[in-house]
């Protein structure tokens, strides 16, 4: 099993441009999130899905959007990158809600 | 307030040493609790899970005090592969995983 695969690990953004994070998990895992990780704030919930058609609203939701069309796979799109969207993202998932995330590489993002 | 507080550190001690982190959560609902450690520059990935009664795997055992609203985790024998940052995670409801900012262990030789 490879896990959670994130891609791609790195990335340079202009400002306005849009791109889509691609994350990937191969457990069957119903639950799967995206997390942005910035310094002295710890892990920000942005998008949740609790299976395929399923999507919500985390706590940093603006700017971003996602979909969740098979159980495997969870893209984040940025719309219209700011450079406040400079960050780690982190996407995970999980068996069910009482699991603990398994979490992919991480996609170090800069917005200049 | 914030969800989950830890107090940041950084904790430097000995190899051989035992060092305790403590993490409060505000909600009283919450419902699952784990203990997540995170190297430089790399995914946090699960250390374990805390469970009412308290639970132990090798040198760590974790605590949960749902009276007082806090977790610990106890570090027994520390050894210089233990440096890492350690988060506190709490679950309140269906979806709602709460990090804390995580507390930074260095282990001297």
């Known amino acids: 099993n490879a896990g959670v695969t994130q891609t791609p690990k790195f990335q340079v953004l202009k400002t306005g441009q849009s791109m889509t994070l691609q994350c990937a998990q191969d457990m069957n895992h119903e639950y799967m999130s995206w997390y942005r990780q910035d310094p002295g704030m710890g892990l920000r919930l942005i998008h949740y899905?609790?299976?395929?058609?399923?999507?919500d609203q985390g706590e940093v939701p603006n700017g971003y959007n996602v979909s969740r069309s098979t159980t495997e796979d969870f893209p984040l799109r940025l719309l219209s990158a700011a450079p406040s969207q400079t960050s780690v993202y982190f996407c995970?998932?999980?068996?069910?809600?009482?699991?603990?995330?398994?979490f992919g590489s991480g996609t170090r993002l800069t917005v200049v | 307030r914030k969800e989950v507080e830890q107090d940041p550190g950084p904790f430097n001690v000995p190899e051989g040493a035992t060092v305790a982190f403590n993490c409060t959560y505000s909600n009283s609902a919450s419902q699952s609790f784990f203990w997540y450690r995170q190297d430089c520059r790399k995914e946090p990935k699960l250390l374990m899970s805390?469970?009412?009664s308290g639970n132990e795997d090798g040198r760590f055992t974790a605590q949960l005090n749902r009276a007082s609203q806090y977790i610990s985790l106890l570090i027994r024998d520390s050894k210089l592969s233990d440096s890492a940052t350690y988060l506190c995670v709490v679950r309140t409801g269906a979806n709602n995983l709460f990090f804390g900012t995580g507390t930074r262990l260095t282990v001297i030789p």
């Open positions: 995970a998932s999980r068996l069910d809600r009482a699991s603990g995330y398994t």
């Open positions: 805390v469970y009412s």
């Open positions: 899905s609790v299976g395929a058609g399923i999507t």
